[in-house]
């Protein structure tokens, strides 16, 4: 187990740079989770600190070690692939032995050692089958046992759910949870789906265009994001944006209508900026904002209303989300009330928070 | 490609079954599933065949031109193999010669030119197989270790042009290597010192001509299948065993050579299928009676039985002995590697 520092690190690829200086400051035992939209970066990121790819610039550290220039075998950690990367040669077992038969490990310890990870994992039925006679979910589980019989300081994830199914998914999310619960190994671990993201992080990375937009837990992203691109990010259904500016009653949709502000705010009265509200965080009450209902989506447990906010010169989209059922038709007008604590203000320029 | 031909297998129709010659790991996947076709007998087959012409006709009309090359080149000139058990003269034709039964393979069999010609040829390709099946392999290998790509490229080209030089060019080469007079290696051999070897005409030195100039000819060439093989290999294996630790030597052994072991095993059984065919153009051009002891082989035999002393049906019975032990080869090389390996050519 170690710590992992990276500091202002830069990758290019010829002249095209894709990482423009990152520093994160990964602790003992964390689990960190890197997310962002597609081409961002992240895996860039990963196989930087795995040592696949070469620094361009900057600093990586395992525990006190800069790792720059240590090739992979020699950094003490473990990967798992996306498309898990199995040898289709070998046999689970012998997959998961590999790493310990290069390192001239003894029999005796290999087979302990492969037969404590499949009862982690519950392979011990598989160990002599060979990968193509595993199904996703099971290839997945050998790809960890792989990682874990090496006992490395760190854990390397790089989508390693993403061909699944929804439902195996979720379970899968659970089992890397737990797992990582027991061992406490640092694992850094890379995404797109900001609900594996929540779900299963101590702390999110949130990056785009090769930047770091925002580091904290779960929670503080949902609760303060730094900017819009954040905001839009973290939280499903998206936060929804209204554009406007700050008025002395309250804040000054483009549409005209006027929503509620914390006092806070009246500071920057005239301020262009951005009201964000989630979905979650707006009630049905007759002094609410006035909207048109386009779609009702009930999942069951919620109802999920797209809706319209129309002013003279242009319509804002609104989503609204609701625990139980909403008696509500397409066509109808309701009246939706944001719940002021719950509001955030971006800058509209820049997109940062403005804290209010 | 064979995931498509994975998909497509759970059809179980004939083309099916004949598909997968494209050696890859899957290769042993499209084996078993193609076998099941259902329907029982002749009359199943045929109604699965017809359905499955209706249903992938494009396919069997670019299957057409082949099995139309095979019918009127291969199995029709079959119909005059029945010389073999005639006795044949050009006046009478091949339906008017009287029949003989087997005395052709007798008289074949008491001929102590022919058991030699077996024996040689079965050497020959022994020999083959052991020291030129390996090269392109090796080769291959080794063009995929050249971290450089420029000097790869042009070490692969310069491997590559001798298979496309003509073989009677190649035969002209090696005899003005050879020559006794100006040859470079007897240039060189009198420069040391040593006497001039006449090296064609000395049956020992035959075999390692012959084999040695043919893999300088065809090493290079052949290893392109191998390199394909290789060019298909996941890369995310080499990053895995880098982690995992692993050497440029043992991601070869551990990772290269395995995942290519199933084209290798293809290509063997190929080999091995062909093992009684050796080169016939280019011992025609190389040897000389002088080496005929060790250089004649059934193919040579043939030529000379038949085309050359006229003795058309003592050439048939002997092409047909060739084609029958051939077929034995194929086939059983083939069962072998099944057993062995889990890939097969069918
Ligand atoms: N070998 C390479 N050569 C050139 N550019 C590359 C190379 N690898 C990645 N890139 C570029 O670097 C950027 C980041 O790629 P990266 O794979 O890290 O994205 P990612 O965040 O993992 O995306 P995804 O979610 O799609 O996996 C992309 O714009 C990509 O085009
Ligand atoms: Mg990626």
Redesign the interface.
Known sequence: MSSVHVRDLKKSYGHAPVLHGISLDIEDGEFVILVGPSGCGKSTLLRMI???EGVTAGEIRIGSRVVNNV???ERD???V?Q?Y?L????TVAENMA??LV??RASKAEITQKVQQAAAILGLETMLDRHP?ELSGGQRQRVAMG?AIV?DPKVFLFDEPLSNLDAKLRVQMRSEIKALHQRLKTTTIYVTHDQIEAMTMADRIVVMRGGVMEQMGTPLDLYDQPANLFVASFIGSPAMNQIPGSIGAKGFVADTGHVLPLPTSAVAQIGRSAVYGIRPEHMTLEPSGMPVRVKTVEPTGSETLLLTELSGPQTSIDITAVFRGRVAAAPGDTIHLQPDMAMVHLFDKETGHRIMA | MAEVALDRESGGGPLRAMGGVIATPELATLRTAGSQAPGFGIRGWIRVLLADIRRDWQLYVLLAPMIIWFAVFLYTPMYGLQIAFKQYSLFRGIDGSPWVGFSNFVTLFNNEYFLRAIKNTLLISFYSLVFAFPMPVILALMFNEIQHNGFRKIAQTITYLPHFISVVIIAGLVINFLSPSSGIVNVLLAKMGFEKIYFLTIPDYFRPIFIGSNIWKEAGFESIIYLAAIAGINPALYESARIDGASRWQMMRYITIPSILPTVVIMLIIRIGNMIEVGFEYIVLLYQPATFETADVIATFIYRAGLQNNQYSIGAAAGLFNAVVAFILVYGANRLSRRVSQTSLW
Do not use: E
Request: hydrophobic share 45%; aromatic share 14%; glycine share 4%.
């Open positions: 795995a040592g696949l090739p992979p075998k950690i473990a990967m692939f498309n990367a040898y289709p040669h070998m590999f790493s290069l390192k193509k792989r090496r």
